[in-house]
């Protein structure tokens, strides 16, 4: 059920939606009669920001709706109406300190989201009208972030490594994309030896999902998403706190999934490669221990030093063979690590790129589209903390400093580095209900790349 629907001149029951602040709120009252002012006096609404006024007119008849907002936050300010006003159509009043009119029926649209497969919706949205142009640049997008909550929100036995290759199946399917997998011991045969010792302990067999899409001829981009569907740790066993919400870390797959979703749905003139390495991180007697030694797709060979640092293994693999198609683009989503969070927080994304023309490119297309993320360093003397006394790499090593930088110095090594590669380690979760965004799985980065690639190769 969408909460945003195309607005028809006709349409004479929808409500008016006046969005505005504190010092505009003065210059509305003197337009009202004094019945409506009175009405607003008495439960003292002031347009603070997050407050609404439903304005009636002298039958009573529900006329007008006032909405405070912080104007600087286009993507929050109408987030929490969907479910705050009562079900009606609304529309957005030429007036209002809301210019930016497309990001705010965005923000209702994501606002207006409910996780529904356990329990029946708590009430229909309220609806909001558009412009029929503005309504077909939001629906894909609205229907992808969708698409990577509802994902990231279902619970591991309904979301495995299968249910992964599943969805991409589907989106084969939809778009006449071809999809390969290999499955378990597959994996051994076609030379994927990490993505399978991450996954061998789980009951649910791992797999690398493939799809490639569009013409030979236009050029390759390759997109990767880490699909660890449940991360206990491994051996390294994660304490209860930490595990608690690791069904989450298949959020990078999510992303990668709804994001070759948009370019198909687009048909933007690129040849894709998708690629989902899909596990689990189980604990049973089949486990990958730490210090054992795994000589990866690429040749380089990795001590696990950390069986917890294992999405930068099922991604090592996955990136080697993607660079073996020679793509002209490299970008992984990944639910990486908990240090870009330290370092960053929730909502801001860690951005690492062998190519500074396309990380600036990115990170101003997420400026533009309120997806913002922030960059952080290869900082190449680092790659010191990854050495191992017997292999060519350790997958982690004693220092707690800089993980997220760490972790992607490991991936750099499975680039090339004259191939552009971008890899973004994301939360993939709301810890807390805020409007435009409710608590759960979350798209971060998704919007950002895909305004990115659109404006790269659709001009
Ligand atoms: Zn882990």
């Given amino acids: 059920m969408s909460a945003l629907i195309e607005r028809k001149n006709s349409d004479r029951q929808s409500i008016a939606i006046e969005t505005t602040d504190a010092s505009h709120f003065a210059a509305i009252k003197r337009r009202l009669t004094a019945v409506q002012r009175q009405w607003l006096s008495s439960f003292g609404f002031e347009a603070a920001p997050g407050t609404f006024a439903l304005i009636p007119d002298e039958g009573g008849k529900l006329v007008r709706v006032l909405v405070g907002v912080d104007a600087t936050d286009p993507l929050g300010a109408l987030g929490a109406m969907p479910r705050a006003l009562p079900e009606a159509t609304y529309h957005l009043a030429d007036e209002g300190v809301l210019k930016d009119r497309l990001q705010a029926a965005l923000g209702w649209a994501l606002g207006a989201y409910e996780f ?4 029946k919706a708590r009430r229909a949205p309220a609806k909001l009208a ?3 142009a503005d309504l077909k640049v939001l629906a894909p997008l609205v229907e992808a972030t969708a698409q990577v909550r509802d994902m990231v929100n279902t ?6 490594p299968k249910h992964l290759a599943d969805a991409v199946k589907q989106l084969g399917k939809a778009h006449k994309g071809k999809v390969r997998e290999w499955v378990g011991d597959e994996l051994l045969e076609a030379n994927f030896p990490t993505i399978h010792a991450v996954g061998r302990a789980s009951h649910r067999a791992p797999r690398l999902i493939e799809l490639t899409w569009g013409k030979a001829s236009d050029p ?3 997109v990767v998403g880490k699909g660890v569907c449940f991360d206990t740790g491994g051996l390294d066993l994660k304490p209860a706190d930490g595990m608690r919400w690791m069904k989450k870390d298949m959020g990078g797959a999510a992303h990668a999934i709804a994001l070759a979703g948009l370019i198909m749905q687009a048909k933007l003139p690129v040849r894709l ?3 989902i390495p899909a596990v689990e991180n189980a604990v049973s007697g089949a486990a990958l221990r730490p210090g054992e030694v795994i000589t990866t797709r690429a040749g380089i060979t990795v001590e696990i030093d950390n069986t917890d640092a294992e999405g930068r293994l099922v ?5 080697a063979y993607a660079t073996e198609q020679k793509p002209e683009l490299i970008i992984d989503f990944a639910t990486l690590t908990g240090a870009a969070r330290i370092a960053l927080g929730a909502d801001l994304p860690a951005l690492f790129a062998n190519n500074d023309d396309a990380a600036e490119r990115v990170l101003a297309a997420g400026r533009t589209v309120n997806d913002p993320l922030w960059r ?7 790659r010191k903390m990854l050495e191992s006394y017997l292999a060519d790499i350790a997958n982690s090593g004693a220092s707690r400093h800089a993980g997220a930088i760490t972790a992607a110095l490991y991936l750099e090594r499975f680039v090339p580095e004259n191939t552009p590669w971008l890899h973004l380690d994301t939360y993939a979760w709301n810890d807390a209900d805020r409007p435009g965004r409710p608590r759960g799985g979350e798209a971060l980065g998704l919007r950002a790349f895909f305004a990115f690639l659109q404006k790269k190769y659709a001009g």
């Fill in 273 to 275: 490669q998708l690629l």
């Fill in 155 to 160: 619970p591991t036995e309904d979301m495995g």
């Fill in 376 to 382: 952080l360093p290869l900082w190449r003397p680092y």
């Fill in 315 to 319: 991604l090592c693999d996955a990136l």
């Fill in 130 to 132: 558009i412009p029929a």
């Fill in 220 to 222: 390759k981009i390759a």
């Fill in 116 to 119: 529904t497969r356990y329990r």
